[in-house]
């Protein structure tokens, strides 16, 4: 997943811009091996209301299990903070849910810890409904 020269984490806005526009073009066609590759060995997911996880090996089955689930997955990644060893993104995405068929579409944000270049720490938060339904948060507040 990662783009730096080195095994260094990203120093400059243009390499932490460069790493997410990396792993955004790794989701569509799914490439789980280098995914894989852009995460410590350690590494620590918290991910929604996914119980937190660790390791490569629980890794490479949350994104194997997604891509079987998302079909014709397009995401949109933006940069929005490079603070230290800390990378922030918004992302948007619409797939196919293979299961129902119903086309899908979510919105969230995360957190990325890097450590020697990979992601140490990936923290996620998102809304996820179907395409034609509107609701969600804005719908409670009315």
């Known amino acids: 997943m990662a783009v730096q020269t080195a095994n260094r984490n990203p120093q400059t806005i243009e390499e932490a811009k460069a790493l ?16 894989i590759d852009g995460f ?7 991910f929604g209301t996914v119980p937190e996880f ?38 948007s995405g619409e797939w196919e849910d293979a299961e129902s068929g119903a086309q899908m579409k979510g919105f969230g944000v995360e957190t990325w810890v ?18 034609d339904l509107t609701g969600g948060v804005g719908e409670l507040l009315k």
């Not at 410590?40 to 918290?46: A, G, K, Q, S």
């Open 20 to 35: 997410v526009e990396h792993v955004r073009s790794l989701f569509s066609p799914w490439d789980i091996d280098t995914l």
């Open 114 to 131: 890097m450590r020697g270049g990979k992601v140490a720490v990936w923290e996620a938060a998102f809304n996820v409904s179907r395409a």
């Open 54 to 91: 660790r390791g490569r090996e629980r890794l490479r089955d949350f994104f194997t299990t997604r891509s079987k689930r998302q079909k014709n997955y397009r995401l949109r990644k933006d940069l929005r903070s490079l603070s230290g060893d800390i990378i922030a993104n918004v992302w």
């Open 40 to 46: 410590t060995d350690d590494c620590v997911v918290r």
